[in-house]
């Protein structure tokens, strides 16, 4: 079976373009990942840049089984890297997949960036690849990424213990959340109000 993303896929919003992740890309994404804030609830330290540049290669070889899409996040005013999200847990048969490995520079945090960033994302999944579920979910002691998530619209389902480990040998518990098909057109209505809003703030 075919990969269920087109290879060349790109989506283009107002305020960002993600792009396909290539190894070009490794340099720049490696100094705005820097910043340890940023992975203060992940289970890898990717301010280390070996330790980012591994996972970065990871995500190439997933995309080559067709089990994940990594993109790349820039900011079309600037045309600057500003951070990373992806597509995981592909699972065509069952028309569903996750949201995650999201992350943004700090200077980026509260802005509308993130907004637009996951409509693109789920009009993709829901419009173009005729997704019934998509989920997503963040550590359950990640509040700020909580609240973004509940934000657009997506519904709490639980917390799943011991769901990952961290590097240190850690288990973190992971908090899940999805949009299921039925709710997209609402979902959507509602998040390009608040992306509107938040843009006219800006």
Not at 7 to 36: C, I, M, R, W, Y
Not at 96 to 102: A, D, H, R, S
Not at 122 to 138: K, S
Request: net charge neutral; proline share 2%; aromatic share 8%.
């Amino acid at each position: 079976m075919p990969n269920w993303i087109d290879n060349s896929t790109e989506l283009n919003g107002t305020l960002v373009q993600l792009a396909p992740l290539k190894t070009d890309h490794f340099d720049a994404l490696l100094e705005v990942a820097a910043d340890k804030r940023i992975w203060t609830h992940y289970t890898l330290d990717g301010s280390k840049a070996e330790r980012l540049r591994s996972a970065l290669n990871d995500g190439l070889l997933e995309w080559q089984k067709g089990t994940q899409f990594p993109f790349v996040i820039v900011e079309k005013s600037s045309n600057r890297l500003i951070g990373s999200t992806r597509l995981l847990e592909l699972q065509q048969v069952h028309r569903k997949l996750e949201i995650g490995w999201t992350w943004l520079h700090p200077d980026y945090w509260g802005t509308a960036i993130n907004l637009e960033c996951k409509l693109l994302l789920l009009t993709f999944c829901f419009e173009t690849l005729g997704a019934t579920r998509v989920q997503l979910r963040t550590d359950e002691n990640n509040l700020r990424s909580w609240k973004a998530i509940e934000k657009i619209g997506a519904r709490f389902e639980g917390i799943l213990r011991h769901d990952l480990i961290r590097d240190d040998g850690s288990h973190r518990n992971s908090a899940y959340f999805s949009i299921i098909e039925p709710e997209w057109k609402q979902v959507k209505l509602q998040l390009s109000e608040k992306l509107r809003s938040k843009m006219e703030d800006q």
